[in-house]
Each structure stands twice: as C-alpha cells, then as structure tokens.
C-alpha cells in the first residue's frame, strides 16, 4: 500500500499558491485514475481511496496548514502501518526551476516547513519526495514568504497545467517501476 502526500494549505485564499501545488498534484492523480472517489475527511486530511498500476493507493492532502502537516501524515501511516520508504510526498521546491522536477529519498528538509514536520512526526527523514521546481522570486531580496504564498502566474500556468497533468498520467510508474523512475519519466518526457 501506498500513501501519496500533496503539502498545501486548506483554505480557499490558498487554493493556487505556489505552496499548494502538492495538493494540486494530488488532485491530477485523482482526474487520471478512476478508481479514486471523492475525497474524504480523515487523519486530519482529505483523503482518497483507489489504485494505481494495480497497487492500493491513498492519497492524502493534509489540512492542519503546511507547518502542521507531519500530524496528518503519521496518523494515516500509522493506521495503515505504511512504512516511510512507501509514503511520497509532492511539494513545492524553491531551489529548482520552474517546471523542473526532482524525486528523491531522504535527505534535508531545505527550511520547507512541511517536510520539517513529516520528518519530525515520522521520527525519520527516509520518505520519498516529489520536488516540483517553482524557482526562486524574480527579484533579488523579495520575501520568500510572499512568493511561495501567491498564486501562479498566467505566464506560469502555461507550464504547471501540462507538467501537473503529465505527472498526474504517470503516476503509475512511481509504483510499477520506482519512485525514482517517476522523477526521471517526468524529467525526460514532459515539455514545457
């Protein structure tokens, strides 16, 4: 079984942040595979159901804001006693490109206060994240906070609405082949 994590925040001023294009990549696997209902409220989240490549799959948008998604992760891991290396995380990446895309497992948090949290909850940083590349703010000195915390822009979309449906059609080969191979498919196929 596998645990699939969009990091955003819940609210509707939130909904095309930057910081919640891991909800956004949640809500294109979902569209992609139709085994997947509606979600639902559960583990302090919303939480879906469904296959993906013949494997169970959940997917899980966190809703105690992205400072505090690390509760609502452990819960539904350790209801469904997931093991870290079979829970992927998607979330926005400052220090890639725009429309870049990076899998790994592991590793630092690079100040993202969402993974902070998911490491501090799962008591370790070995789960896998999806690292979807929004850049840094054009301007030199502009407040992080307001960047990652406003909506794409119109030049922006023309990438992210392509990229997240890519990434959202192949979700099954993060279960079929490996996370990893995931990271490279999306690298290698999807044209901006």
């Not at 993202?112 to 030199?140: E, Y």
Request: hydrophobic share 35%; charged share 25%.
């Amino acid at each position: 079984m596998w645990l699939f994590v969009g990091l955003g925040n819940p609210d509707n001023e939130y909904v095309k942040n930057r910081h919640n294009v891991g909800f956004m990549a949640m809500d294109s696997i979902q569209n992609e595979f139709p085994s997947f209902g509606g979600y639902k409220s559960k583990f302090q989240g919303q939480l879906s159901e469904g296959r993906i490549g013949g494997q169970k799959a959940m997917l899980l948008k966190p809703q105690t804001y992205m400072n505090n998604s690390g509760q609502s992760v452990a819960k539904a891991a350790g209801f469904y006693n997931i093991e870290p290396e079979n829970i992927i995380v998607f979330h926005d990446e400052l220090d890639i490109n725009a429309g870049d895309v990076r899998v790994k497992l592991g590793g630092g948090n690079a100040g993202h206060n969402g993974l902070k949290s998911i490491q501090a909850h799962l008591g370790t940083p070995d789960f896998w994240r999806v690292r979807i590349g929004i850049g840094r703010p054009p301007h030199k000195g502009a407040d992080v906070s307001n960047y990652v915390l406003s909506d794409f822009s119109k030049e922006e979309r023309v990438w992210l609405e392509p990229l997240l449906e890519y990434m959202g059609d192949k979700a099954d080969v993060i279960i079929s082949d490996s996370p990893k191979a995931y990271g490279e498919s999306v690298k290698t196929n999807f044209k901006k």
